[in-house]
């Protein structure tokens, strides 16, 4: 079974540029969410996805972050101005859970992009 | 405001002996609890996960988990050098499948 696939991997920008990431989760996984991760602290959630609606976007920086699944399987995370505090690395990761329901629906993770904004 | 606490460390461990990486945790309706693996440079990479109290054993990994004590532990038997990475803690509610990371705790295996 194909892991999550994440692009690209690294990317370096000059601040007030954009750029975009793309990712794709494990076939059926009907959960997708993009994390930032910055040095030596845990996964932040951004914005988690339920086949193509969000679920929560409520940490999403939303004047310069955007985000989108359009038909339920692959995502785009874009950034737009970009500032220096958006170095950090993006990581993908989906889960082949449903909200409302139990059960522990693990989380895999892509490889991640290693951002850096100068 | 849910949180997830761990020792930064680093958490220094002579290689084959046990280590053991503690976590605690807020929110008493918390139903899953995960533990990620994180090598420098790297993704986190799911280790195992426990949702009833007790143990659960994995190879050289054991996972405890005491819900009246908010807290759950990873002990990692005849520790290797490869052991050696950040591991993270993660904690899940009920119907809801976000994950309350907490910020990790370096191990070092020394040979």
């Known amino acids: 079974e194909a892991g999550v696939a994440q692009s690209p991997r690294y990317k370096i920008i000059e601040k007030r540029q954009s750029v975009a990431f793309w990712c794709n989760p494990i076939?059926?996984?009907?959960?997708l969410y993009w994390y930032q991760q910055i040095l030596g602290q845990g996964p932040k959630l951004l914005i988690q996805?339920?086949?193509?609606?969000?679920?929560?976007d409520s940490q999403l920086p939303k004047d310069r972050f955007s985000a989108e699944r359009l038909k339920g399987v692959d995502s785009t995370l874009k950034i737009q101005p970009a500032k220096l505090e958006d170095s950090a690395v993006y990581l993908c990761?989906?889960?082949?859970?449903?909200?409302?329901?139990?059960?522990?629906?693990?989380?895999?993770f892509g490889p991640g992009t290693r951002l850096t904004v100068t | 405001q849910k949180e997830v606490e761990q020792n930064s460390g680093p958490l220094s461990v002579p290689e084959g002996a046990i280590a053991s990486l503690n976590c605690t945790y807020s929110?008493?309706?918390?139903?899953?609890f995960f533990w990620y693996r994180q090598y420098s440079g790297k993704s986190p990479e799911l280790i195992m996960f426990i949702y009833s109290n007790g143990d659960k054993e994995d190879g050289r990994f054991t996972a405890q988990l005491n819900k009246a004590s908010q807290y759950v532990s990873l002990l990692i038997r005849d520790s290797q050098p490869s052991d050696s990475a950040t591991y993270l803690c993660?904690?899940?509610?009920?119907?809801?499948?976000?994950?309350?990371w907490g910020a990790g705790t370096k191990l070092i295996i020394k040979p």
């Open positions: 929110d008493r309706g918390s139903q899953s």
């Open positions: 996805f339920q086949n193509n609606g969000v679920v929560d």
């Open positions: 993660a904690v899940r509610g009920w119907g809801n499948y976000q994950l309350i």
């Open positions: 990761a989906s889960s082949s859970g449903l909200a409302g329901g139990g059960g522990a629906y693990e989380q895999y």
């Open positions: 076939s059926g996984h009907a959960t």
